[in-house]
């Protein structure tokens, strides 16, 4: 069963922080570079980080340095670890494989809404 349950989103103050977690199916999961991408009301999706399979890491340039991916290989789990929160960063948050599609499945998605 393809599955991608995406949770931990919520509304944060400015410089405050929200560790998101992905669950994914293994059909999904095992072997894949996976990837966050948000989307913003209005905004095309966009990657936010990735990791390979073996755990090395990249990172769009607006959240270098505040937010830092990870993986539990043995959970089929993504996180995405967010500091310094901007109220630029409020999206709908997403998981899936690198260079996934809208042609692809997706999850629901997680709302983070960054505002004091």
């Known amino acids: 069963q393809v599955q991608l349950v995406e949770s931990g989103g919520g509304l944060v103050q400015p410089g405050g922080s929200l560790r998101l977690s992905c669950a994914a199916s293994?059909?999904?999961?095992?072997?894949?570079?996976m990837a966050w991408y948000r989307q913003a009301p209005g905004k095309e999706r966009d990657l936010v980080a990735g990791i390979t399979s073996d755990g090395r890491t990249n990172y769009a340039g607006s959240v270098k340095g505040r937010f830092t991916i990870s993986r539990d290989n043995a959970k089929n789990t993504v996180y995405l670890q967010m500091n310094s929160l901007k109220p630029e960063d409020t999206a709908v948050y997403y998981c899936?494989?690198?260079?996934?599609?809208?042609?692809?499945?997706w999850g629901q998605g997680t709302q983070v809404t960054v505002s004091s």
């Open positions: 899936n494989r690198v260079r996934a599609t809208k042609y692809d499945y």
């Open positions: 293994t059909i999904i999961f095992r072997l894949s570079n």
